[in-house]
């Protein structure tokens, strides 16, 4: 079939592309861009899209699919569900389902579950065995099964020895190790450690714990060539040491999570545990060097950690509730609202952090907006004001704590694999 | 006039003014206390929940006295009797208490944060216990109590909190009421042992036992967890009662007017010495009876409220 995207304006930093045109899309193919003939525009379904933008389909490189384990709270398929309709082309899954994805036949079941989505699924691998930091994972089975990444999320990597062990083999595939960075006998808490955990008299994590991990590993991925992602970085002092990281010329890359660049630890007074994620809400010095580290290219990209839980377990004794909120259907309006409109980041920026920097670092190939190409696309409106309302989210768990808030920017639609996503449905195009 | 909340969750925010009435109230109590028929009927017919997730005979013996003086019936659920166990959960348990008709309840958990959250599942008034190592309020106010019957007054009074603030839930809730009556507050205790930016709440830090001494009018000493995290706070309770005890020595060098008070059970010889316990010094160890007069001043306050 044969669909006409008209008023967009085509943006993509990878290409230097910024352009006010109309789209043709046929059979999920970009077919023409530029101004369309009648006989073009006949028989053609035509999308009128004044003002909204469009950009290769953004991707979020850091979320929980509960598949398999725990699909009462989230499958793969209604997690790639929730990243439509957030705006999502492309998602990397980190690998602490039960079993655990520390085998190529786990990676090939996450695979096997995405097939016919409209978003592509990239399940990221174990580094240790059950991510218990005693031996390598199967790296190089997990790497053709189709594993994109290698990762203990949830902890860091437990040992040096092994963290050295996984960076070493890692190099085989230029495939880097997303550390989770938190030091595990400093991290016996529930919030971050201060002013405020003291007000509430809950145990707290201190930045230190965070900032040791990442100071390790940058330093092991300088002594082994390795590449090395700091993932959800949420520590001033950690944003520094990846910045003096990256000035050495060490290959180190981060991520922030939109609710570290937005809340701050103040949002527990209250005791909600909608706001109780690891790592933790910091202090606003914390979101102000992470917005810093965003604007200056030391935080390569936006990644949600999306981890739905059920309501049961979220509504529970707040030390006992378990960490994590859901990101994927919030995430494009908290970066509008929080980067984009309050002047931190540019769109070009922004595009840059939502699509072409997440594939680069997990090389895959970044969608071009060009004649002939595959239409893997994001189309947003970076001026829509919404209200979040969680009973309409795609995803199967609730626990947002952004739930009733005024967000500025949307997407609008997304279109990859011959799929369209618009207005809730998902369409063959 | 009646109290400016319909719980008690904490001490923090609490007005002077409802301190004032909570230990005003407790005065009269005490007296009907010392009465052959230490009953009144003021409750009756309310119905009270102690909800305990973590034992503590101590406060809840307690307040199950002072339920019964007021003549409320009372409820107990303790966890070695619950179903959260066999794997209900906290919100199911409340609400399986809530259908007895419930006006309120005391309770104690392991986190803090709990008392607040169950203003959210329940309609009953909510009295915190004890929750996590954030809040014991009439605790604290039972402590106040004893200060002022001792020494006449709160305001303009230094006090100084020392031991094992970072664990303590009895910590924050003097720190709070204290302040909120006018007195000065520190804390002292070896770094490992004070949280992280208590500072922020208007305290002051000293890790020097014979200034703290020496510097203030009550020393309110808390009960070192024998327990708790050997190794990692100090290193040894030999060592802690060398650096941090309260000793004769030490009171006599340094300020032989100071009133010490113990909410107990007190380890001897690690955070007070016995000749201090058992000697001619000013010292307040556990107020059983004062105890129940404040938690049946809060009880009162609270149950006799219009919702
Ligand atoms: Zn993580
Ligand atoms: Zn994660």
Excluded at chain 1, 60 to 78: A, N, S
Excluded at chain 1, 299 to 318: L, N, Q, R, T, Y
Aim: charged share 25%; net charge negative; aromatic share 6%.
């Amino acid at each position: 079939m044969r669909l006409v995207l008209k008023g967009l304006t085509l943006i993509n930093p990878d290409q230097k592309l910024n352009s006010k045109s109309d789209l043709l899309i046929e059979d999920g193919k970009i077919k023409k861009i530029g101004d369309l003939t009648k006989e073009e525009l006949k028989d053609a379904e035509i999308l009128e899209l004044e003002g909204k933008y469009c950009a290769p389909g953004f991707f979020d490189m850091h979320i929980h699919l509960r598949e398999p384990g725990r699909e009462d709270e989230e499958t793969v398929v209604t997690g790639s569900n929730a990243a439509a309709a957030g705006g999502f082309t492309g998602v990397a899954c980190m690998p602490n389902t039960d079993p655990t994805t520390d085998s190529a036949e786990v990676v090939r079941f996450i695979k096997e579950k995405a097939k016919n989505h409209l978003v592509d699924v990239f399940p990221i691998g174990a580094a240790s065995v059950d991510r218990k930091g005693e031996s390598l994972a199967p790296i190089a089975e997990m790497f053709d099964a189709g594993a994109v990444a290698f990762s203990d999320d949830g902890v860091a990597i437990k040992t040096a020895s092994l963290l050295r062990s996984v960076m070493e083999y890692s190099l085989m595939y230029d495939a880097p190790i997303i550390e989770h960075c938190e030091d595990e006998s400093l991290a016996d808490g529930h919030m971050n450690e201060g002013e405020t955990s003291t007000f509430l008299g809950l145990p707290g994590i201190p930045t230190v714990a965070e900032d040791l991990t990442v100071m390790r590993d940058i330093i092991m991925a300088e002594y082994t060539g390795a590449r090395v992602h700091i993932a959800h970085i949420s520590s001033k002092n950690a944003v520094d040491l990846v910045r003096q990281g990256k000035k050495k010329g060490i290959k180190v890359t981060a991520e922030v999570a939109p609710h570290h660049f937005t809340l701050s630890e103040e949002s527990l007074k209250g005791y909600n545990t909608n706001f109780k994620m690891n790592p933790p809400l910091r202090t606003r010095d914390d979101v102000e060097a992470m917005i810093e580290g965003l604007k200056d290219g030391t935080i390569d990209c936006i990644a949600s950690d999306h981890a739905p839980h059920s309501i049961e377990e979220k509504e529970m004794e707040f030390i006992y509730a378990p960490n994590g909120i859901l990101g994927l259907e919030t995430q494009i309006g908290l970066a509008c609202t929080e980067l984009l409109h309050k002047k931190h980041l540019t769109l070009d920026q922004l595009v840059e952090k939502m699509a072409v920097n997440p594939r680069k670092i997990l090389n895959i190939e970044v969608p071009k907006i060009a004649e002939g190409e595959n239409a893997n696309l994001t189309i947003f409106d970076p001026n829509e004001i919404w209200t979040v309302d969680i009973s309409k989210f795609k995803s199967k768990s609730k626990n947002s704590p952004f739930d009733k808030k005024l967000l500025t920017g949307k997407s609008v639609a997304v279109i990859n694999n011959s799929q369209l996503y618009f207005e809730g449905n998902f369409r063959k195009i | 006039m009646p109290l400016s909340s319909r719980h008690l969750l904490g001490l923090a925010g609490v007005p002077k003014e409802d301190i004032q009435l909570i230990l005003d109230t407790a005065v009269t109590f005490r007296e009907v206390l010392e009465r052959p028929i230490k009953k009144v009927p003021t409750l009756q017919g309310k119905t009270v929940v102690n909800l305990f997730f973590e034992n503590s005979t101590r406060t809840r013996i307690s307040f199950e006295l002072a339920q019964k003086r007021l003549s409320a019936d009372t409820v107990n659920f303790s966890t070695s009797t619950s179903s959260t166990k066999k794997g209900e959960t906290f919100k199911d348990t409340v609400r399986n208490i809530e259908a007895m008709k419930i006006d309120m309840i005391v309770v104690r958990h392991q986190s803090a944060g709990v008392p607040q959250f169950l203003t959210q599942i329940s309609n009953a008034h909510i009295i915190n216990a004890g929750d996590g190592r954030h809040e014991h309020p009439t605790q604290a106010l039972l402590d106040m109590y004893s200060i002022k019957e001792r020494l006449g007054k709160l305001a303009g009074l230094k006090v100084c909190i020392v031991g094992d603030v970072a664990h303590s839930r009895v910590a924050l809730s003097n720190i709070f009421g204290l302040k909120a009556m006018g007195a000065d507050v520190s804390v002292c205790g070896p770094p490992t042992l004070i949280p992280k930016g208590i500072e922020s709440i208007g305290v002051k830090v000293i890790h020097d036992i014979d200034k703290a001494i020496a510097e203030h009018d009550v020393l309110n000493v808390l009960r070192i967890q024998l327990e708790r995290k050997a190794g990692s706070s100090i290193p040894t309770t030999r060592e802690y009662h060398n650096y941090f005890g309260i000793t004769a020595d030490r009171i006599e060098k340094n300020n032989k007017d100071v009133v010490i008070l113990h909410p107990g059970p007190i380890n001897r010889g690690v955070e007070i010495s016995s000749e201090v316990a058992d000697g001619p010094y000013q010292v307040i160890l556990d107020q059983v009876t004062n105890g129940v007069a404040i938690r049946m001043a809060v009880l009162y306050l609270l149950g006799t409220m219009n919702n």
